[in-house]
């Protein structure tokens, strides 16, 4: 599913699991298009754009492994799930 980092300006934090305590794998910038290719759905909270979300997107490319970002700070056009749960 396709979405649109919105941050306000800095980089958006790619973690390795889906809280702010993981590793941080890479960054992705305000304005980058992502293309999500699951949901974790029980991720830490998080107060983003769009209210508290639980949300985290996996994003790829999936072959570096987990790359976890915020769905709070991923324009998605849904406050919903928009993927299929990562597994």
Same mark, same amino acid.
């Given at each position: 599913?396709? #979405?649109?980092?919105?941050? +306000? +300006?800095?980089? *958006? ?17 305000? #304005?980058?298009? *992502? ?9 830490? /909270?998080?107060?983003?754009? %769009?209210? /508290?979300?639980?949300? %985290? ?6 072959? *570096? +492994?987990?790359? *976890?970002?915020?769905? #709070? ?15």
């Amino acid at each position: 599913a396709p #979405g649109t980092v919105v941050t +306000g +300006g800095p980089d *958006l934090n790619v973690r390795d699991c889906a809280a702010t305590t993981c590793n941080i794998v890479r960054k992705v910038k305000n #304005g980058q298009s *992502l293309d999500i290719v699951c949901q974790v759905m029980d991720g830490e /909270w998080i107060d983003g754009n %769009w209210g /508290w979300t639980q949300i %985290w997107d996996q994003i790829q490319p999936v072959y *570096l +492994g987990n790359a *976890l970002v915020s769905d #709070g700070f991923v324009d998605t056009h849904s406050n919903g799930p928009v993927a299929p749960a990562c597994h």
